[in-house]
């Protein structure tokens, strides 16, 4: 068997290991031709050590030298490189077939947007990317044949539930995108105020990195699935709902015009979701057990509480409002997420500061690519702007 070649950026992080633990279950499978973090060094030799890519790649370039020092200290002949024009190359290089895009944040977009153009496969976990250039980085995959496999685990249900064809997707009544409803469901504005980043971040179903563990806390992480929704698979946001399922068992639906409900299952591992953009159209072992749904005993299903939780009402307004909105949501919530993180705002000024944010910038449209950055970098310059005047200001 020919083995698929894999650059994986964003290995330190939660999706990345996650992908490292079922492709070292395969070795006979996949083979690694990159790896790359931001600036953990340290755990990008050990990973270098464990599965000998042809190259690393810190994004940070700070960190060159030390990444360096290390692959040889390891007696490894991992080649070291530094900086996004090197995450970017080794989204396009020769020698590797699929990009896994799990790096966090806006500044996955351009080493996707390079895998887009170089028509490789691309497990996308980068939702990010997505959201903030969506319409582009659509139009580069179809103009290069490039494949996008969603790896987020709604979407990965919903493209489980779809027929494979795109022309028989005439039947598709609406998807339907389950929500945890993350660690405050239920909770009143009131008791939201004074929430810390520590109980932020203790999901009760997914371990994941910080900033998308505040997301699903909001319910903004189901905006951005929204928007990322939207352009995976060419709906029109009325045909995209949300239903809260707190055990995150069922991933995701697709409702037919016929009266069908098709979904996907299984426990709340992002293992599952990766093996199956691996080794799509096969299937793979992925480490993950069955569910036993007699003990599960029950599934719960409730609507999302868009009051105490504005956040994924903001990002149907963004889509609705095209162009750069979503662009600007997402960067203004980069700006409120970290601040929340670092001790300078509270959890119900990340809403203010997004709803602030939009209102002070006018929709552009989002027709290139520099359209697109600037209007994230104007969204971050205002949103740091504003921050200090709103922190604290938001009332129950
Ligand atoms: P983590 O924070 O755990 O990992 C992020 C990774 O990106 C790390 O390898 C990190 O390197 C790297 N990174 C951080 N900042 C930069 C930067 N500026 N430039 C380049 N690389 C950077 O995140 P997750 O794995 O949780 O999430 C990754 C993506 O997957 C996100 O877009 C998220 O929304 C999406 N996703 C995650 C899910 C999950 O279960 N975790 C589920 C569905 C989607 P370093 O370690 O050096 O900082
Ligand atoms: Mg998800």
Redesign the pocket.
């Known amino acids: 068997m020919t083995r698929q070649r894999l650059a994986i950026?964003?290995?330190?992080?939660?999706?990345?290991?996650?992908t490292l633990d079922v492709v070292a279950r395969h070795p006979d499978r996949f083979e690694l031709t990159t790896l790359?973090?931001?600036?953990?060094?340290d755990?990008?030799v050990a990973l270098c050590r464990r599965f000998r890519p042809a190259r690393a790649v810190?994004?940070?370039p700070a960190?060159y030298a030390a990444l360096r020092d290390g692959l040889a200290d390891a007696g490894l002949d991992t080649e070291a490189h530094a900086g996004?024009e090197a995450?970017e190359a080794a989204a396009e290089a020769a020698d590797t077939d699929t990009v896994v895009?799990?790096?966090?944040?806006a500044?996955?977009m351009s080493?996707t947007l390079a895998a887009a153009r170089a028509g490789k496969r691309i497990l996308l976990?980068?939702?990010?990317?997505v959201v903030l250039a969506g319409d582009l980085l659509m139009r580069e995959i179809r103009a290069h044949g490039a494949r996008v496999l969603p790896?987020?685990?709604e979407h990965n249900a919903i493209f489980q539930c779809l027929p494979g064809d795109p022309a028989q997707r005439g039947g598709v009544r609406r998807v339907l995108l389950t929500a945890s409803g993350g660690p405050f469901r239920g909770f009143t504005r009131a008791q939201l105020a004074g929430v810390t980043p520590e109980q932020a971040c203790a999901h009760p179903n997914?371990?994941?990195?910080?900033?998308?563990?505040v997301?699903s806390a909001t319910l903004m992480?189901k905006g951005?699935e929204v928007i990322e929704a939207h352009w995976l698979f060419g709906l029109d946001r009325a045909r995209i709902d949300v239903v809260v399922h707190p055990q995150s068992i069922v991933h995701s639906l697709v409702d037919y015009v016929d009266g069908s409900m098709l979904a996907q299952l299984g426990q709340p591992d992002?293992r599952t979701a990766l093996a199956y953009g691996l080794a799509w159209p096969e299937r793979i072992d992925s480490g993950v057990g069955t569910l036993d749904l007699a003990a599960l005993g029950r599934l719960d299903f409730e609507a999302p509480d868009h009051a105490t939780f504005p956040c994924l009402g903001l990002a149907y307004a963004a889509l609705a409002a095209g162009g750069t909105a979503p662009a600007v949501l997402n960067a203004a919530n980069e700006v409120a997420v970290s601040a929340f993180l670092q001790g300078r705002a509270g959890f119900l000024d990340i809403p203010a500061l997004l709803q602030a944010t939009l209102d002070a910038l006018e929709t552009h449209p989002a027709d290139s690519l520099d359209a697109t950055l600037a209007a994230d970098a104007e969204a971050r310059r205002v949103a740091g702007a504003l921050l200090p005047r709103l922190a604290g200001q938001a009332r129950p």
Do not use: C, F, Y
């Open positions: 950026l964003g290995a330190t992080g939660s999706i990345g290991s996650s790359s973090a931001h600036s953990q060094v755990a990008l810190v994004s940070d960190a996004p995450l895009a799990a790096i966090v944040g500044a996955g080493s976990a980068n939702k990010e990317s790896v987020d685990s997914w371990s994941m990195g910080r900033k998308i563990s997301d992480n951005l992002m």
